[in-house]
């Protein structure tokens, strides 16, 4: 009989503590992106692409399952080798906390459409040859229930190792920022991102911070009345012109919309 997506969640949780990292994260509202504190998102992942005999980061990640790891669709291109690094830092050295892993599967979302960003369902899920050895390091972060939506003005955080600004350098360490939500009745106004936005996305930021190229497919780590993180949004999308642009919030696929989707593929699979 298959489990139901709640059910696993919950062995999830229940075995690997889901959503509450050894190291507290650095939560002060602060609003500019700053150096996160070293592994205080252990789910976070740097997607790593194979350019001839190397491996570069490419995009975020997030760990949800002890092999599975949630990123965007737009992040995964046709014949493309890739590799997934978990307990990762400070990319210029080796730290010794480093777990990598090749990729068994990847299942991109099947409306997912690189031609029309705007209709969403920018999603792909990765399964791990094999799983990682939680710790302190590596840790996987809680899905949010079906339908859920964090309030307008929730504070939240992106995290990943983007450019730190519109066609700037990409950090060695990762970095995090204070995204507060922005509700779908605001973020699809006229004057924001219209119809671009769908109900199925997520919007947060907006304004001096946001997402920028490198932070795709990472997550929006947003805390929980239950003291945990749930990743309530995939980074999709931010403005063509400039990273950080006012009333162009970053725009997120929302979790909460795809549950059906994760738990089929998880069980599937």
Not at 13 to 32: I, T, W
Not at 75 to 93: A, K, T, W
Not at 109 to 119: L, N, Q, S
Request: contains cysteine; aromatic residues 8%.
């Amino acid at each position: 009989m298959m489990l139901t997506l709640a059910l696993l969640l919950l062995q999830v949780a229940y075995v690997f503590g889901c959503g509450a990292p050894a190291v507290k994260p650095d939560a002060n509202r602060v609003v500019n992106g700053e150096d996160a504190r070293p592994h205080s998102w252990p789910w976070q992942i740097s997607l790593q692409v194979k350019h001839g005999s190397r491996f570069h980061h490419t995009c975020g990640g997030t760990l949800i399952g002890p092999r599975w790891v949630l990123t965007a669709g737009h992040c995964i291109g046709p014949g493309d080798v890739y590799r997934v690094v978990l307990g990762e830092h400070d990319m210029s050295q080796q730290e010794g906390t480093e777990q990598i892993r090749d990729i068994l599967r990847i299942i991109v979302h099947p409306m997912w459409d690189i031609d029309f960003v705007a209709d969403g369902n920018d999603l792909a899920l990765l399964k791990l040859d094999k799983s990682p050895v939680m710790n302190d390091s590596v840790g996987v972060a809680c899905l949010p229930e079906a339908g859920e939506i964090p309030v307008h003005g929730a504070p939240c955080y992106i995290s990943g190792w983007g450019n730190l600004y519109t066609h700037g350098p990409m950090p060695d360490k990762l970095q995090q920022a204070l995204l507060p939500v922005v509700e779908h009745g605001v973020c699809s106004r006229s004057d924001w991102w219209g119809i671009n936005v769908k109900s199925t996305m997520i919007c947060a930021g907006g304004d001096a911070v946001s997402g920028c190229n490198g932070d795709s497919g990472g997550p929006l780590n947003c805390l929980g009345r239950d003291g945990r993180w749930y990743v309530q949004g995939v980074t999709s999308f931010v403005s063509s012109r400039v990273c950080n642009e006012v009333k162009k919030p970053t725009v997120f696929t929302r979790t909460s919309a795809f549950t059906d989707w994760l738990s089929d593929v998880m069980l599937r699979y």
